[in-house]
C-alpha cells in the first residue's frame, strides 16, 4: 500500500524540544514513567504530547500488541498494554514510532501516553 507522507509545514506546523522539566506517567495509580529527559511535541493544534525515552519507562508492565495506526507526518505508530501490579490492565495505552519520518526523528526510542488513560504529571524543574 503506498502511503502519503506530508512534511510539516506553516498549515500544519511540528515543533520538538526538550520537556525541561521531571515528567512522571502512572496508570492504574503505579508509576509507569519517570524521566527529566521528555521531549514536547506541538502538533498543529493538537494539546502538547510527551515523548519518553523507552529507557525511562517500566517495561516490566508493558506488552508490545498488535495494534498499528498510521500518521502521514510521523508514520507508523505501533503501540503497548500496560498491566498495571493492582491487575488493572490498559490497552493500548501507549505508542511509540520505532522509525519516525526524517522530519520528526527526535521522537525514535520514546513513547507516549494517552492522557485521558493515564495520568501525566509535569513538573518544572
Same mark, same amino acid.
Given at each position: 500500500?503506498?502511503?502519503?507522507?506530508?512534511?510539516?509545514?506553516?498549515?500544519?506546523?511540528?515543533?520538538?524540544?526538550?520537556?525541561?522539566?521531571?515528567?512522571?506517567?502512572?496508570? &492504574? &495509580?503505579?508509576?509507569?514513567?519517570?524521566?527529566?529527559?521528555?521531549?514536547?511535541?506541538a502538533e498543529?493544534?493538537?494539546?502538547?504530547?510527551?515523548?519518553?525515552?523507552?529507557?525511562?519507562?517500566?517495561?516490566?508492565?508493558?506488552e508490545r500488541?498488535?495494534?498499528?495506526?498510521?500518521?502521514?507526518?510521523? &508514520?507508523?505508530?505501533?503501540?503497548?498494554?500496560?498491566?498495571?501490579?493492582?491487575?488493572?490492565?490498559?490497552?493500548?495505552?501507549?505508542?511509540?514510532?520505532?522509525?519516525?519520518?526524517?522530519?520528526?526523528?527526535?521522537?525514535? &526510542?520514546?513513547?507516549?501516553?494517552?492522557?485521558?488513560?493515564?495520568?501525566?504529571?509535569?513538573?518544572?524543574?
Amino acid at each position: 500500500m503506498t502511503r502519503t507522507v506530508k512534511i510539516p509545514d506553516a498549515s500544519h506546523p511540528i515543533a520538538i524540544r526538550p520537556t525541561s522539566a521531571r515528567v512522571t506517567v502512572r496508570v &492504574g &495509580g503505579a508509576v509507569v514513567a519517570e524521566t527529566d529527559n521528555a521531549l514536547s511535541l506541538a502538533e498543529a493544534s493538537y494539546p502538547v504530547v510527551q515523548y519518553i525515552p523507552l529507557a525511562d519507562v517500566d517495561q516490566s508492565l508493558l506488552e508490545r500488541t498488535t495494534t498499528q495506526t498510521y500518521c502521514p507526518y510521523k &508514520g507508523d505508530a505501533s503501540y503497548f498494554t500496560v498491566n498495571a501490579p493492582d491487575g488493572s490492565t490498559e490497552a493500548d495505552v501507549i505508542w511509540t514510532y520505532d522509525h519516525p519520518y526524517p522530519s520528526v526523528a527526535e521522537i525514535a &526510542g520514546h513513547v507516549a501516553f494517552y492522557p485521558d488513560r493515564s495520568e501525566i504529571t509535569v513538573e518544572p524543574a
